[in-house]
């Protein structure tokens, strides 16, 4: 099995990026961590991080019968992009959004998803622990689907 994390627009900024909202982990951190706990779960996963949107899409496209799970933490494309949307909902396979902060306690405009309603499943709030029970979550699942 093999799993793919995505990280969208401004993850790449982790660590300065606002840590009052995101913390201090980088991006790299995050990526360690999941490839470390992968390792222990003996399956096979690669990380993808863009801040363009088409970028992204070319990956998910790519990842038809490479991967069998995505992680996903779109940024801000959360909120606006049916074009992910569309790619996520056109390769079928089985995603779980993540988010750092908890999307439904800020601005207004971020408690929208155009993600989430196709999801596996949402984690979001527990800062970088959001990506270690996601991945978790998406393990379960695939591994009881098969
Ligand atoms: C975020 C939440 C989004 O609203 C925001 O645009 C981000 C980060 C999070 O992880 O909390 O870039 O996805």
Known sequence: MRLLLLN?????????????????????????DLKKLSLAEGVGFECFQSNFEGALIERIHKSV???????????AYTHT????????LATKIPYVEVHLSNISAR???????????????????FGVISYRLAFEGLLAYLRQKR
């Open 8 to 32: 969208g627009p401004n993850l790449n900024l982790l660590g300065q990026r606002e840590p009052e909202l995101y913390g201090s982990a980088t991006l790299e951190s995050i990526e360690a």
């Open 65 to 75: 019968d490479q991967v069998e799970g995505i992680l996903i933490n779109a940024g």
């Open 81 to 88: 992009s049916i074009a992910l949307r569309d790619a996520l």
């Open 107 to 125: 601005e207004s405009y971020r408690h929208h998803s155009y993600l989430a309603d196709k999801a596996v499943g949402l984690v979001s709030g």
